[in-house]
């Protein structure tokens, strides 16, 4: 018989209860409301969004990275075993109990990755970020930008004004980046409208889906030239 879910803390968000469940030693759960924003042991697609980023950036030094979303740390923890030891990662997240959850019940699951000392927490919106870097005129773009956001992707994303997947916002992260920089963005499901809107920004864009069957979520992969 499964053992019951056991609740390690929950605080209130202007969409709802965000919750961190635990059930055994390494099974934990980040709840919404009633809708699972991350379990432990189905991460696969996390965790390759973190490296598949930031793959391009392997051997290079002085790596600039920014990470959308903190999460249970998966998708950081593949970008810091994919990067040099003096590259510098910058994580936006809403919530300042996340990073709290990372460094305490959810430190085990990657090596306490949020407390890297390439790792720089901010708590504000990642597109605030975004915005400031490509106001910069060079001085503050990142060599690669990780969305790894609860909502990916979707037809419910207005295709200009969705503030993280429309055209206006595929835009500023363009501009946010370096040459040759990367966009890698997770999805539950491949969205050919914003494949399309990404190719008519100027990037050229792969997708994975990684694991083998069951529900498998996805990896948009946008590189610009450079």
């Not at 998708?75 to 936006?92: F, M, P």
Request: hydrophobic share 40%; glycine share 12%.
């Amino acid at each position: 018989m499964a053992q019951p879910w056991k609740v390690i803390e929950s605080v209130s968000t202007l969409e709802g209860i965000l919750e961190l469940r635990q059930r055994g030693e390494r099974d934990f759960l980040i709840m919404i409301g009633s809708q699972v924003l991350m379990n432990s042991l189905a991460n696969r697609s996390e965790v390759v969004l973190g490296q598949y980023g930031c793959s391009h950036l392997t051997g290079r030094p002085g790596s600039r990275v920014l990470l959308g979303g903190l999460g249970m740390g998966c998708t950081l923890r593949g970008a810091l075993d994919t990067l040099g030891a003096d590259a510098r990662v910058v994580v936006a997240e809403l919530n300042p109990v996340v990073p709290e959850w990372c460094r305490g019940p959810l430190a085990g699951l990657t090596e306490s990755a949020v407390t890297d000392s390439r790792v720089t927490v901010e708590i504000c919106d990642v597109m605030a970020v975004i915005r400031k870097a490509a106001r910069s005129g060079g001085a503050d773009r990142f060599d690669a930008i990780v969305l790894d956001l609860y909502r990916g992707p979707g037809t419910h994303s207005d295709r200009v004004n969705d503030p993280f997947y429309g055209s206006r916002a595929i835009e500023t992260m363009r501009t946010a980046l370096m040459p040759g920089g990367v966009l890698a963005v997770w999805g539950e499901n491949y969205d050919e409208g914003y494949v399309l809107r990404l190719q008519k920004a100027g990037f050229t864009v792969t997708t994975k889906k990684p694991g083998r069957g069951g529900l498998r979520h996805i990896v948009f992969h946008a590189r610009l030239a450079g």
